[in-house]
């Protein structure tokens, strides 16, 4: 289904509101495939939306995140907590209890995807059960696994899926990676899609600072069958995202990006804020655990206008995003177009 897009582009999922049913309608309309994101959403609310996809008869695809191990040491993430009083009380908010067993209701999704015969689903943080990818296909579904290197490709490729998304450390939001110790965000899409391509037999998906058709042509001549592109999405009218983002990478006055663990506790590449600047030393890992730490702090910032406590997840590309109608930034995103 996927490889069967008219268009060259896919609308990325891009969890904590960007993502809704309308943007991914939109790219489907526009002929590009689009992926709802089920991350941080109870599974009857990814049912409406998946069923609202499914009444358009849209192809259309759904992002689920793999589960991570809870950590071997609390210690790190106790004492992030205790830097974090400070921030709270600024926020005037509480910080919750530490959060050490989400797994996302990783199993209920799963099944929900199976069930519904969601035409494309796509795997991020890890590599799916062969079991589950087997039943994935049964039911009809392409199949999918993000990873980051060629490591993770082979891993990857073992379990079966359809293709694979290829990112680069240029991506926005969180990276892929299994190994955050040591991930520094510094491959590039070209270089990254190219290894990958030479080692396993899969269509590669290329993904990581996409925000011009010239981007594009590069990735597709680096061996991509299609290129997955979110930043440049993030200020379109049918995206969720939130007032106080889209009015930071407007403003012009973030224009730097970095890699940090300061929100979620896992790499994610964001407009540099006070935030990143404050806590990014001495974040410690642990997804998602300094995500539902941090949870409060982001909310009350939001509510606020406040765009310095808040994850504002970007690309290296951030600069190109413009506001407009999906249909017209895939036209602009064209393999053909300037």
């Keep these: 289904m996927l490889l069967d897009s008219a268009h060259p582009v896919v609308v990325a999922p891009m969890a904590g509101g960007p993502s809704t049913a309308r943007l991914v309608a939109a790219a489907a309309s526009a002929g590009a495939a689009g992926f709802l994101a089920a991350g941080y959403k109870a599974p009857d609310a990814v049912a409406r939306e998946v069923a609202e996809l499914r009444e358009t008869g849209l192809p259309y695809g759904l992002n689920i995140f793999v589960p991570s191990p809870p950590p071997a040491d609390v210690a790190p993430l106790e ?13 005037s ?5 530490l959060r050490l067993d989400d797994d996302d209701h990783y199993a209920a999704k799963v099944e929900l995807a199976v069930a519904a015969a969601v035409p494309m689903v796509s795997f991020t943080f890890g590599v799916p059960d062969p079991a589950v990818v087997a039943a994935l296909r049964g039911a009809g579904s392409a199949v999918l696994v993000t990873v980051t ?49 030479a080692a396993v037999g899969l269509p590669v998906v290329a993904a990581g600072g996409t925000g011009t058709a010239a981007d594009v042509r590069r990735l597709l001549a680096a061996g991509a069958v ?25 403003s012009g006055r973030f224009a730097q990006t970095v890699v940090t663990r300061a929100f979620t506790g896992h790499p994610a590449r964001a407009l540099r804020n006070r935030f990143t600047d404050a806590y990014s030393a001495c974040a410690p890992i642990g997804y998602p655990a300094v995500h539902h730490l941090t949870a409060p702090i982001r909310a009350a910032a939001a509510e606020r206008g406040d765009p310095e406590a808040l994850n504002l997840w970007a690309g290296t590309a951030h600069a190109e995003a413009r506001p407009g109608p999906v249909a017209e930034i895939l036209s602009r995103l064209s393999a053909g177009g300037s």
């Design 79 to 91: 004492e992030y907590r205790r830097v974090l009083e400070a921030e709270a009380r600024r926020y």
């Design 93 to 97: 908010v509480t910080l919750p209890p």
């Design 149 to 197: 290197d060629v490591g993770e490709a082979r891993r990857a490729a073992a379990a079966g899926p359809d293709a694979l998304i290829v990112q680069a450390g240029a991506a926005g939001g969180h990276s892929a990676t299994t190994s955050p110790s040591g991930y520094d965000g510094s491959s590039t899409a070209p270089e990254l899609v190219r290894a990958v391509a």
């Design 226 to 250: 299609a290129v997955q592109a979110g930043t440049v999405f993030l200020l379109a009218g049918e995206a969720g995202t939130r007032p106080a983002q889209r009015e930071a990478m407007l």
